[in-house]
């Protein structure tokens, strides 16, 4: 059984073109490694710039041992470079039952 995920992202100031490309490149990384099912991708971006991504992982498992595979690790690190990994709760618009983004 899959693991759904919401990662949220934080891109630094000078940084939000690199976030975005590093974002949109970090899902076909993880299926090329067979690491994520294959249900739809929905990635969008806050109102503040904050960028959002949901997927689903293949198990627990998976997701535990991804950063093991260098590619994953040093990509990981490249986007940690750029910006900032936060609680999707920093988010303004967490904040309302019916969370709105505008997609990608």
């Known amino acids: 059984m899959g693991i759904l ?13 690199e976030a975005r490309l590093l974002m949109q490149a970090h899902v076909p990384l993880l299926r090329q490694h067979n690491l994520i099912t294959d249900r739809a991708v929905v990635q969008g971006v806050a109102k503040d710039g904050e960028l959002v991504e949901i997927f689903e992982w293949e198990s627990v498992e998976t997701s535990r041992g991804a950063p093991g595979i260098a ?10 470079e750029v910006m900032d990994f936060v609680p999707l709760a920093a988010l303004p618009e967490s904040q309302h039952a019916f969370a709105h983004f505008s997609p990608l």
Do not use: T
């Open 71 to 80: 590619e994953i690790g040093a990509h990981w690190k490249a986007m940690s």
């Open 5 to 17: 995920v919401i990662c949220s992202y934080r891109p630094r100031p000078g940084h939000e073109d």
